[in-house]
């Protein structure tokens, strides 16, 4: 009796130890990711397991995680990361394939685009928790009242004659809002998507820098005329964050920033101007069929190594699930669920009616990260190029650039600079 | 005078604190050491193996080395003076007599406590922010146009920012130190006729001398290191990157740990070329 | 006092004194005032001082977002633990080289201040490393240690200036009596040195609190302190001032209402030997 009892308690505790795990996930602390945090509960009572939340700023959190999974630390066992990482530390073998995901999950359903992007050698290593592209978004009150028509893929000549014309200093409208700040994955991330529609490219097929063509001279002069015509004040510091507020608070006329964006800049409790928002591709250079919009998702990954694989795939398979996107959805409305990551929202007739929805697959579906640019590359990635070195090289070449926008040294200074950062780093890391 | 057992019994007690910070000296300097000789990318699969002293000559041959050094120097010697400067008056003013003085003297310590983090923050989004900052608002009240601080006047926001953080402990030692300045001498200077200036070079100065040595020692000490004012708001752009922020882009942006270990020694050199300058003014200053 | 100050003169005093001191802390009370406004107020143009709608809904979504009372609770243990172990290991050391000084004893002190320029950054891969070996990464004891390693020369050389000033004579007085070294210290030097200490302690724990690098890097769910609750309030999407402030607020409270509570033991001991 006394034995059986014993053996009943350790039998209980055995198992209740599976059931019962604890996982430690990184994040970003953006919108979608504080939503999920807040819905932690509902994964809690389906498996039963907890969840520690570490939310860091994106810079941080880069850091963070790359810091942790180099050195296998450990200390996570679900990585926020994106379409930049997954693939070379799926290379290096530090992330757990995710091959073996349950059936009613239906990896198939995951955009193709997003899929390739996070996958090494055709498996897939993190899976998409929100996917975006970018594209323009603009007021149509303003458009109306200059008189002018937005074309659903405009060229960048178009967009600058627009975004002057809606200027109006005095009244603090600015015609267009673009990211000027300094980092790979901001200002860095905007000019090199642009570059592409302007037919420039970071690399030569022999990883030879090429910031010394006229592409890129085109390019980056181009961004900062238009950008001191019609630009708001301090453009060379504003980041995805700030053009928000700024769009949100009725002070740009265009902006063209990431399709996640579209719904808070629609979303009447935060944006004054949510009623007066249209879209359109982002825009080409007369004559190149190339668009200027990236691709990127915000993935999770499970580090290799850790204790909790189980329970760690668990919680990925729920937050990306068709039921999760339910879940926010009966929550928080249709606007408001994790974009670009499914087919099946896209064929989703509640989902199809939020005005920005088509607009956003469309932008998807036309960035192509293995083909990014006019001439070839050697490189994967679109607004990035997926090699270890490109992080570090863009954010100090995309310095370069702020210091143009501010206005302390001359394209070709800057662009002299970049050349030399690259190839120094390049030769460093021994191409 | 002391004796020999007191002697070993001193050495005794100062172990514990002497091993631990060799130790804590020591083995980070010793891997920063091996890792600068090495081509160490952790995104490449970590310890590519020896290249001799390939990663010195690149860091500083890259055009960012000599910048970041006159970077440094020009927030650490900016800083410098705005508090000392700032700090003199400050405790001159704080030690006269007034109505309130304890809760003059609590606004005055307040940035002290804030941590670096939150006030960068602050600084950057809610006053010197080009759109919606208080500054911007300000200017545009006068009807200028508002300040891009963080772009146009980079360097110097940053020494706005820190030096508002290290001011009031400057003022706070300056304070201390003025108030044990013995007021028969000062009363007897003012009863000769001596003019409030003359009075403040000859003798408020000279008793402070020894309180400033001691606020220059410690801040350089700190600000040698700052890296969240400037991580918060710049990220090194625009002209702000000093040999730390240089070392951390290496290291954790570019993931290159040679190269950034390389730059740390340089960094341990230059913090010990200003030790050594310090150490000449303070040594004499303190009888430590 | 023979001086005889007119009360113009302290009115002047006063007014400016004033003016200069809410010029200083005006930053710390506009990001507290902020964090009683909604979003939309805090960017108004013109910017609102003081009528607007008083609402705490800032600090509840922040206390939504995040367990507060953990981050505070891992602050507090790692800035106090920190400095308490920092001074036991001090005291003794600063006492030998007060007391029983020798010809290397400046050298040692200067020494231990120029470990404190080690570029953190530099050494983060063989600290990480080493932390992962000893298991100690997201362990509050791990922080300790460290924290107490970068404070422990500022320790000590603060200790070391107060001891310098308490007359010999009296330990050889004790000495005679035929105390011992332990009795010496604990009731002799130590009760004189209280106030030395206790500012130690105080300018201690405020550095250790806002220490924002190794706290940050070395910690995950478990051990991170207030740094690292607020780098998850830095730059959200939208606009953000009111929350970010009352973040902040609830970031640096603690640490202000020690300070401004015990700032009278704070300043009195804040010489660095620097007054004689």
Known sequence: MKNALRAATALALVTGAAQADTITIATVNNGDMIRMQGLTEDFTAKTGHEVEWVTLEENVLRQRVTTDITTKGGQFDIMTIGMYETPIWGANGWLVPLDDLSAEYDVDDILPAMRGGLSHDGTLYAAPFYGESSMIMYRTDLFEAAGVEMPDSPTWEFIRDAAAKITDRDNEIYGICLRGKAGWGEGGAFITAMSNSFGARWFDEDWNAQFDTAAWNDTLTFFNDMMQESGPAGFSTNGFNENLSLFQQGKCGMWIDATVAASFVTNPNDSEVADKVGFALAPHKDGIEKNGNWLWAWALGIPAGTQNVDAAKQFIEWATSKDYIELVASKEGWANVPPGARTSLYENPNYMEVPFAKMTLDSILSADPNNPTVDPVPYVGVQFAAIPEFAGIATEVSQEFSAVYAGQQSVEEALEKAQAITTDAMEAAGY | ???????????????????????????????????????????????????????????????????????????????????????????????????????????????????????????????????????????????????????????????????????????????????????????????????????????????????????????????????????????????????????????????????????????????????????RIVGKNLDA | MARSVTNQRKALNTALAWAVGLLIFFPILWTILTSFKTEAQAIASPPIFLNFDWTLENYAVVQERSNYMRFLW??????????????????????????????????????????????????????????????????????????????????VWMLYTYFKEIPGEILEAARMDGATLKEEIIYVLTPMAVPGIASTILLNIILAWNEAFWTLNLTAAKAAPLTAFIASYSSPEGLFYAKLSAASTMAIAPILILGWFSQKQLVRGLTFGAVK
Do not use: C
Request: aromatic fraction near 12%.
């Open chain 2, 1 to 279: 005078m002391a004796t020999q057992h007191s002697r070993s019994a001193a050495r005794l007690m100062m172990a514990p604190a002497v091993i631990l910070l060799l130790g804590w000296m020591l083995v980070p300097l010793t891997m920063t050491l091996i890792f600068s000789f090495k081509k160490y990318l952790p995104l490449r699969g970590g310890d590519l193996g020896w290249v001799g002293f390939e990663n010195y000559a690149r860091f500083v041959s890259s055009s960012a080395f000599w910048p970041a050094v006159s970077a440094t120097l020009i927030i650490v010697g900016g800083v410098l003076v705005i508090t000392l400067v700032f700090g003199v008056l400050l405790a001159i003013l704080l030690d006269q007599p007034m109505w309130g003085q304890g809760i003059v003297r609590i606004l005055v310590i307040a940035p002290f406590f804030v941590m670096p983090t939150v006030s960068a923050l602050v600084w950057k989004n809610i006053f010197m922010d080009p759109v919606n900052g208080l500054f911007a608002h300000l200017w545009k009240f006068f009807g200028a146009e508002p300040l891009e601080w963080l772009s146009q006047a980079s360097l110097q926001s940053i020494i706005l920012i820190v030096s508002w953080q290290w001011l009031p402990f400057a003022t706070l030692i300056l304070l201390t130190a003025i108030q044990s300045l013995d007021s028969e001498q000062l009363e007897a200077a003012e009863m000769d006729g001596a003019p409030v200036l003359k009075r403040f070079w000859f003798i408020v100065l000279p008793h402070l001398s020894r309180a400033m040595t001691v606020v220059l020692l410690i801040q350089t000490i700190f600000l040698l290191g700052i890296f969240a004012e400037i991580f918060v708001t710049t990220q090194g752009a625009f002209g702000t990157r000093t040999l730390t922020y240089l070392i951390y882009q290496r290291v954790l942006e570019s993931q290159n740990v040679g190269l950034g270990s390389a730059g740390g020694v340089y960094a341990i050199i230059l913090a010990n070329i200003v030790a050594i300058f310090l150490m």
């Open chain 3, 74 to 155: 891992n602050s507090v243990i790692i800035a106090g633990g920190s400095t308490l172990l920092g001074v036991i290991i001090a005291v003794p050391a600063a006492w030998s080289m007060a007391f029983v000084p020798s010809r290397r004893t400046k050298d040692i002190l200067m020494w231990m201040l120029s470990t404190k320029m080690l570029p953190a950054v530099g050494v983060l891969y063989p600290i990480y490393l080493i932390f992962i070996r000893l298991g100690i990464l997201d362990t509050r004891i791990g922080l300790v240690v460290v924290i107490m390693l970068i404070n422990l020369p500022i320790i």
